[in-house]
């Protein structure tokens, strides 16, 4: 394509981007498969969202939480679908915001970027109120030493600067091992608790029985909850902004967001029963108010070493998910930097090829708001406001995404389109996503929770105030959105 020959990663806001091959790119074929699968995997969290992500649903679901999960898993593996059509034929470090651009037009496409730009970033200072509570904790049992919570937090983003700068070989390798160690963990304390459960098992739980809303027959309970167990989902697209870097990325960037969302979502669901049957379908009022809950069912089903190993494996998680958090955001931030949609500074490449200031801003920024909003408002009360702001973010990018699938295909690649596949598929996710983003408009949560939708909405609208401003000095810019930087074209079948 025409656009493959722009190397435009020193793109001014000003003017057109630079022409021939000066300014090198990302580090093409770095990873594999398993390195970008773990990076859709370790950025979900598999740890920290079953033992925290999930725990605000309960207060709705009661323990009905397995059936909110269950439809969860079911629309992000629709999504992830709708996501993988995209990443055959546009393989792009802007992920969504390319894909959307490429589909529903470059204006749209950049207020899907812009919308990243504050749902994406949260990630980071979100899990790390986990890790810094959670090590906080453990250092005080182990030990009997303090240390409080945001030291832990300005530690563990420190150690996440360096392992990001340093290559994305080294991050990605480091996701793996990340991955596979807390989904280990989980999996088989969640094994323990069902196989001890015996004849206490109850399958009731996968219906809407036990919600304590009763709206619509406890429907409005599992869709208040719903809202939470996608926040448990969330970075299952995170491999789509590794496509430069990544080996036969048309193959592999699809496998990579489908397969997490799929065999993730399913971890989820035996997760979330073991807990609700370990813990005690009648008792989970108790559940919420635990500090750290699976840590209890650590020591209630493992003994003494339960806790130590649930509190490693929750650190664990924590750090994994901001080590591909910060890959995510920061390829998407070089993405627009490079069309000209942002400060070109912000794409500037290390020697190691990563966007090293965007790295940097990034991390100096998620520390700034996870003290901020720690302090202001308590950590668990920060925890669940950063988490429903950055959900309903990614709810509104997984139904653009959804759509743009039907029109890239109809558009650009007629022959393929397919009723069932691109309108179909595209549609059925989209009115179950509208639930959960629904229920935020009415009932209104409490204060601060209240708070998630005008946060979202006034940055949408200082999105579309410089929106404004690009289409008046810079709109090449925009259009510049929908290219695609890889120079091979070969077309594959997933």
């Not at 894909?99 to 980071?124: D, T, V």
């Not at 299952?236 to 080996?247: C, G, I, K, M, R």
């Not at 595209?426 to 209240?450: E, G, K, R």
Request: hydrophobic share 55%; glycine share 10%; aromatic share 10%.
């Amino acid at each position: 394509m025409s656009e493959t020959s722009e190397h435009v990663a020193g793109a001014v806001l000003s003017g057109e981007p630079r022409e021939g091959a000066a300014q090198p790119g990302l580090r093409r074929n770095a990873i594999g498969l398993s390195e970008v699968l773990f990076q859709s995997i370790t950025s979900m969290a598999p740890a920290t969202a079953v033992t925290a992500a999930l725990t605000p649903a309960i207060p709705y679901t009661g323990a009905s939480l397995p059936l909110a999960v269950l439809l969860a898993t079911v629309a992000s593996t629709l999504v992830a679908a709708n996501i993988g059509q995209l990443a055959i034929h546009i393989p792009s470090a802007g992920g969504l915001y390319t894909y959307i651009s490429r589909g529903l037009g470059a204006r749209l496409g950049f207020l899907a970027g812009w919308i990243f730009l504050l749902a994406q970033p949260l990630l980071l200072p979100f899990i790390g109120l986990v890790w810094g509570t959670v090590s906080e904790s453990l250092l005080a049992d182990l030990t009997g030493l303090h240390l409080p919570w945001y030291v832990w937090v300005l530690i563990g983003n420190g150690l996440l600067l360096l392992l990001t700068y340093f290559g994305i070989k080294l991050s990605a390798d480091a996701s793996l091992v990340l991955g596979l160690i807390e989904v280990g963990v989980l999996l088989a304390l969640s094994l323990t608790m069902i196989i001890t459960a015996g004849d206490h098992n109850d399958l009731t739980t996968f219906t809407p029985a036990f919600t304590a809303d009763r709206g619509l027959g406890g429907w409005l309970g599992i869709g208040q909850g719903m809202v939470f167990a996608f926040l448990a989902f969330l970075g299952f697209e995170a491999a789509a902004p590794l496509a430069e870097e990544s080996e036969q990325p048309r193959r592999t960037i699809p496998r990579a967001v489908i397969f997490s969302a799929l065999g993730i979502g399913l971890f989820y669901v035996l997760a979330a029963y073991a807990g609700v049957i370990g813990w005690g379908p009648a008792q989970l009022d108790s559940y919420v108010t635990a500090s750290n809950p699976w840590v209890v069912l650590g020591a209630r089903y493992w003994g003494v070493a339960g806790p130590v190993i649930l509190s490693l494996a929750v650190i664990n998680s924590s750090l994994g998910n901001g080590n591909a958090g910060i890959n995510a955001t920061t390829r998407v931030v070089y993405a627009l930097a490079r069309a000209g949609a942002l400060p070109s500074f912000l794409g500037h490449l290390s020697r190691h090829r990563t966007p090293s200031v965007a790295i940097a801003f990034h991390v100096a920024l998620a520390t700034l708001v996870s003290l901020a909003t720690g302090f202001l408002f308590g950590v668990s009360t920060a925890f669940s406001l950063l988490g429903t702001v950055l959900t309903l973010g990614f709810l509104l990018l997984y139904i653009a995404a959804c759509l743009a699938a039907a029109a890239f295909y109809f558009r650009e690649r007629r022959r393929e389109f397919g009723f069932w596949r691109h309108v179909v598929l595209s549609l059925v996710p989209t009115i179950i996503l509208f639930f959960p983003l629904a229920v935020q408009v009415y009932p209104l949560p409490a204060y601060p929770l209240n708070l998630a939708l005008p946060i979202l909405v006034l940055w949408i609208v200082l999105g579309v105030i410089y929106l404004g401003f690009l289409q008046w000095r810079h709109p090449k810019a925009l259009e510049r959105g929908k290219a695609i930087f890889l120079e091979e074209e070969e077309e594959v079948a997933v």
